[in-house]
């Protein structure tokens, strides 16, 4: 008896030749969750598009019980799912802190409204991941870890029968990360549901996994029981193996003079959105050369404080804020304050929808934009492709940055922070999506790069992920 819920049989699609060298076999059977994994541009999200119907197909077919659509039986859930729910392209990064230009984001109630859940299913599912609690704030305001579980959930909705997270616990705390792993369980129980993770580390590898599909330079490798290949020590150093170049950082590029004795001094501070209170009562500061992790649970305020360093929150002009010296209201404009901050959050690739290549999103480091190109000289595209280079993404230079996966998106994003050499680096989960490999290169980098003279806020939700050079800590708690 056939048990397959779905089947991928000798499939090429069109760009087989750029992508998969191999004709592409696969089945979920019932009862089984996988994990896909495999190092940063292994293939894994291309494969998922295959799957979910995105590109056509030059051979095989794509079958799913009952003759079902794969729309009706799957659903793909990944972080850019935002752009469901936002017209990016009427919108600009710094909107979701102008409380007068958000009006184009619904709220998140409306945005549940609209999913037509059965009756009662939609309560359940938002209390137990406490979706409940930012109800009233628009999609757009949603801090990195409260959106990817409300598109969990959205997706829980239409209750499917298989369920593919992109790297699911990506910006979860660690007790959302236990949420979703309880959740995993009831779904399969009680619903029926199967579970498919693409991730890029076998730390991420949820508990509920049976079987392993891993993928390398556009191979599929032949499926694996999932207890047997974390055990496989071997078979893991092979599958992510990488090499790199050393570490030598590009000369002739300095942001700034070091001309100051404090990065930031914050005095009471105190951020507030309607009934909403995010911040209260902060003090905080921050010398020159310091190294400090900003911890906190989702919701917590840490995109808000850091939005106050970046400049891109206009309540900071009614707060006691002083960056690198100058109070702010003082004649300092934003565009002098960003050209000394290297700056890296996953939100960032949200506001990057037009066609532009992976150089041009690096280059525009410079001029500290988001979302457009702007014509940059041959001096600052050499420079660019140094760090490219650095990352070990230079055979990204000329592919679209829509177009390359969520870890290559990462590099890309990287390696813009680091182009003009700032005085400051603000890593907001600098790890997101990356391989082991590619994680420990990059705060190999990371640590290298801040000297004596450098200054760094890094934030992340895993402990294992904080680099040596880190000496200072702030933990916010969220506002009752």
């Known amino acids: 008896m056939d048990t397959s819920i779905l089947s991928v049989q000798n499939v090429c699609p069109v760009f087989a030749s750029r992508i998969f060298s191999q004709p592409i076999n696969w089945d979920i059977k019932e009862g089984e969750h996988w994990a896909i994994i495999g190092p940063n541009g292994a293939g894994k999200s291309r494969l998922i598009d295959i799957v979910m119907g995105k590109h056509a197909l030059r051979t095989g ?51 549940f409204a609209r999913a037509n859940a059965e009756e009662g299913v939609g309560d359940k599912l938002t209390a137990l991941f406490g979706v409940n609690e930012w109800m009233d704030k628009r999609i757009n305001m949603l801090s990195s ?35 979703l792993n309880e959740m995993f369980d009831r779904l399969a129980c009680l619903e029926k549901v199967q579970i498919v993770a693409v991730v890029s580390n076998p730390s991420d590898v949820p508990p509920i996994t049976t079987r392993v599909l891993p993928v390398k330079d556009g191979l599929l490798l032949p499926p694996r029981n999932c207890e047997g290949f974390l055990k496989d020590e071997s078979f893991m150093g092979e599958l992510f193996d990488k090499k790199f170049p050393e570490i030598g950082f590009p000369s002739g590029n300095e942001s700034g003079s070091s001309d100051f004795e404090n990065v930031l001094v914050f005095k009471n501070v105190r951020i507030k959105y309607g009934n909403r209170t995010i911040l209260e009562k902060l003090n905080w500061t921050m010398r020159r050369g310091e190294k400090w992790l900003l911890q906190g649970e989702n919701g917590s305020g840490k995109s808000t404080l850091l939005s106050l360093i970046f400049c891109d929150n206009p309540q900071s002009y009614a707060n006691d804020i002083t960056l690198f010296d100058r109070k702010r209201g003082a004649g300092q404009s934003i565009w002098e304050v960003k050209s000394r901050i290297g700056f890296v959050s996953p939100e960032l690739t949200t506001y990057y929808r037009k066609n532009i290549t992976c150089l041009e999103v690096v280059a525009s480091g410079f001029f500290d934009i988001i979302g457009s190109p702007r014509s940059s000289n041959a001096r600052q595209q050499n420079l660019a492709l140094q760090w490219m280079r650095m990352l070990g993404i230079e055979y990204l230079k000329e592919a679209s940055f829509l177009n390359v996966s969520t870890g290559e998106r990462q590099l890309v994003l990287l390696a813009r922070a680091f182009v003009k050499k700032p005085d400051l680096l603000i890593m907001d989960e600098p790890l997101h999506g990356l391989d082991m490999n590619h994680k420990i290169r990059v705060n190999n980098i990371i640590s290298a790069y801040c000297s004596p003279e450098k200054s760094l806020i890094y934030v992340t939700h895993y402990d294992n992920e904080i680099p040596p050079v880190v000496n200072r800590r702030m933990t916010l708690k969220k506002q009752d």
């Open 145 to 179: 870890g409260e959106l990817r579980k409300t598109l969990i959930v959205l997706s829980l909705l239409s209750k499917p029968r298989v369920l593919i997270l992109d790297n699911p616990y990506i910006g979860l705390d660690a007790e959302s990360r236990c949420v």
């Open 61 to 111: 077919e794509i079958r799913c019980r009952n003759g079902a659509k794969i729309s009706e039986i799957a659903k793909y859930v990944a972080f850019t799912n935002i752009y469901t729910f936002v017209d990016v392209s009427r919108s600009y990064y710094q909107q979701r802190w102008n409380t007068g230009d958000q009006q184009t984001a619904p709220f998140v109630r409306d945005v």
